[in-house]
């Protein structure tokens, strides 16, 4: 079955995570993508632990489907033989400081030079332009900045930070949307284009309802904790042992939920007939929620809940989070093969009814597939390889 990208060749030149994660998922849809570092490497996420046969867990997340080369950029033999590749190409991603590619003479129009149908994408902290164009930002400034931390935590405490990198995580979803449509624009002008993807752009548009209020009605949210800032009941609620999430986003959910507690009165009660009125009284009705929750374990509450299709679910830490039934059932973890061994990883979300999107290549480590690359895209011979090797150009 071909793949929607399998036409499509991706110079990979980013490093740490929203840029190699972008990449990735233009990999699982097909793509040819080709992870281009310097000898030696130049990617910290390789050091960053834990660590599974030497290999460092963190990149294994942000890299399968991919081939990887090394190449060094700073000699003109290595910019050679790039743009060799650049011809046969159809995508670059880079994420260096903002004016390192013209430094090294690959701007976007030295390139377009070379192949008109180049798609380039920029990913950095803050853009191209603008005042902090020339800063670099990693994911917690940019959730820091964004607003992001100011709405998330204790409302008595500290703003605080997601538990994992989700401003990089999102502007990779972007990194290959972006691309994506630029490869189908190309198919309809036969132009390439830059792509100038921001975190910070990318971020600030997540704030999504909270910006929104904000900017039509002068309201600043407030970290609310596992509350909603809008919506009641909408959070965590102890039960007889550990906590549940029950989110009663609407009047008819409200009232299931009152059967399901065994309190159908609360449907009625004019405190709570509208999410208005339940905002207004949230403090009480999240106490007649705890107490009735206290009368059983959150197994039972669950199944309970559940059944009366209110959305809830229990509290899990990441073994629970990927032991479920559901996960499992969905093909959500994948054993892949891998130059040190087998390894097991997460598989891509994306499921369509026409299309097997499934990894069919491990993270690959350092250089492995040189040999293979060079002397498939540009005929170049073990000989000359070694070479190459020997100057520091590969």
């Not at 972006?178 to 100038?196: C, F, H, P, S």
């Not at 550990?242 to 008819?252: K, L, R, S, W």
């Not at 009625?268 to 009125?277: G, Q, V």
């Amino acid at each position: 079955m071909l793949q929607p990208l399998h036409d499509i060749r991706v110079l990979d030149l980013s490093r740490v995570y929203a840029g190699p994660v972008g990449a990735m998922t233009l990999g699982d849809m097909g793509a040819d993508v080709i992870r281009v570092e310097p000898p030696g490497g130049s990617d910290s996420l390789r050091e960053w632990g834990p660590f599974k046969n030497g290999e460092s867990t963190y990149y294994l997340s942000a890299n399968r489907n991919k081939r990887s080369i090394t190449l060094n950029l700073k000699t003109e033999e290595g910019k050679k033989l790039f743009l060799n590749l650049l011809e046969k190409s159809d995508v670059v991603i880079e994420n260096f400081k903002s004016g390192t590619m013209e430094k090294l003479g690959l701007n976007y129009e030295v390139l377009k030079e070379r192949n008109k149908g180049i798609i380039v994408c920029s990913v950095t902290g803050f853009g191209q332009n603008g005042p902090l164009g020339l800063l670099p930002g990693f994911d917690p400034v940019i959730q820091a900045m964004s607003g992001l931390m100011d709405v998330t935590g204790d409302p008595n405490g500290e703003a605080t930070k997601v538990g994992i990198p989700i401003a990089d995580i999102i502007t990779s979803v972007y990194v290959a949307l972006g691309i994506v449509a630029a490869i189908r624009q190309r198919d309809l002008t036969g132009e390439g284009q830059y792509i100038d993807m921001s975190l910070l752009d990318v971020q600030v548009s997540s704030m999504a309802n909270v910006a929104t209020a904000y900017l039509n009605t002068g309201m600043i949210s407030v970290r609310k904790g596992n509350q909603h800032n809008n919506v009641a009941p909408y959070q965590l609620f102890q039960t007889a042992d550990f906590p549940i999430m029950i989110c009663a986003g609407n009047d008819h959910l409200f009232r299931k939920l009152s059967h399901a507690l065994e309190h159908p009165e609360w449907g009625s009660d004019e405190r709570f007939l509208t999410n208005n009125d339940r905002k207004q009284h949230e403090d009480e009705l999240v106490q007649l929620i705890e107490e009735a929750l206290a009368t059983r374990i959150s197994s039972e509450w669950v199944e309970i809940i559940s059944k009366a299709k209110v959305p809830v679910g229990r509290v899990n830490n990441i073994q629970q989070a990927l032991e479920q039934d559901q996960v499992i059932a969905r093909g959500g973890i994948e054993t892949v093969p891998h130059a040190t061994g087998e390894v097991k990883l997460l598989a891509s979300p994306l499921r369509h009814s026409g299309l097997n999107i499934q990894t069919k290549l491990g993270p690959p480590t350092l250089g492995q597939h040189n040999r293979e690359v060079f002397e498939e895209l540009l005929r170049i011979g073990k000989e000359e390889l070694s070479v190459l090797s020997k100057n520091n150009v590969i």
